[in-house]
């Protein structure tokens, strides 16, 4: 199956700091989407994006498909950023997550 | 528009009993996914149903399985629980895009 790799697996920010996080996919997909699960367990769809770029205030995404890379902007972090951020990909109708990014943003 | 509803949100069972969780998908989406998420193993894909039918299925044993309603809720089961068996599942639904939603999740704890 598809292999996807999050980097990096912890990250400690001052808040008001900049952040890339970065997922690498191992074969050809055709979904990829950038999920923050809060503290109960939800996870929260931050973007839907199989190639290009998109933006949604202080966050943003690229997905370079032909490389097999995607990474996700956080700028001015704020305290309430903190959390687990995945990175799912999917290929044949089955998805797979990577391990995470566990962002901790202090004041 | 209603999110994804997953019921119960947390449940204690014991070892070798079955349980079945519920999931109701947004309106109008007919693709329904589960997932299990353990500190160990991480996020993993459980099955997908799509008009009643499970389009795709994950490396699971038997004693997991699911299915869907013609109204497009889905249950999954699992049956003789294992004390591994304890996590978070959750429930994704979607809708002509591969876009996933996901509800509340259920927090299974088999003791």
């Known amino acids: 199956g598809i292999q996807v790799e999050q980097s990096p697996p912890d990250l400690i920010l001052q808040e008001g700091a900049n952040s890339t996080l970065r997922c690498n996919f191992s074969?050809?997909?055709?979904?990829l989407q950038w999920f923050h699960q809060n503290p109960w367990g939800q996870l929260i769809n931050l973007f839907y994006?199989?190639?290009g770029t998109k933006q949604n205030g202080r966050l943003s995404a690229t997905t370079v498909a032909t490389e097999r890379y995607s990474l996700l902007y956080i700028s001015s972090s704020q305290t309430t950023d903190s959390g687990v951020y995945f990175c799912?990909?999917?290929?044949?109708?089955?998805?797979?997550f990577g391990d995470g990014t566990t962002l901790t943003v202090k004041p | 528009k209603a999110g994804v509803t997953q019921t119960p949100r947390y449940l204690i069972k014991t070892r070798g009993q079955q349980v079945t969780l519920s999931c109701s998908p947004i309106?109008?989406?007919?693709?329904v996914s589960w997932y299990q998420q353990t500190p160990g193993q991480g996020l993993q894909f459980l099955f997908e149903y799509f008009s009643e039918t499970q389009r795709n299925k994950g490396n699971f044993p038997g004693r997991f399985s699911g299915r869907q309603f013609s109204n497009s809720r889905s249950e999954m089961n699992v049956s003789t629980l294992e004390l591994g068996d304890s996590a978070l599942y959750l429930c994704a639904s979607s809708f002509g895009t591969p876009e996933a939603f996901f509800g509340q999740g259920t927090r299974l704890t088999v003791v």
């Open positions: 799912a990909v999917a290929r044949a109708g089955k998805s797979t």
């Open positions: 309106s109008g989406h007919r693709s």
């Open positions: 074969d050809s997909v055709n979904n």
């Open positions: 994006i199989p190639s």
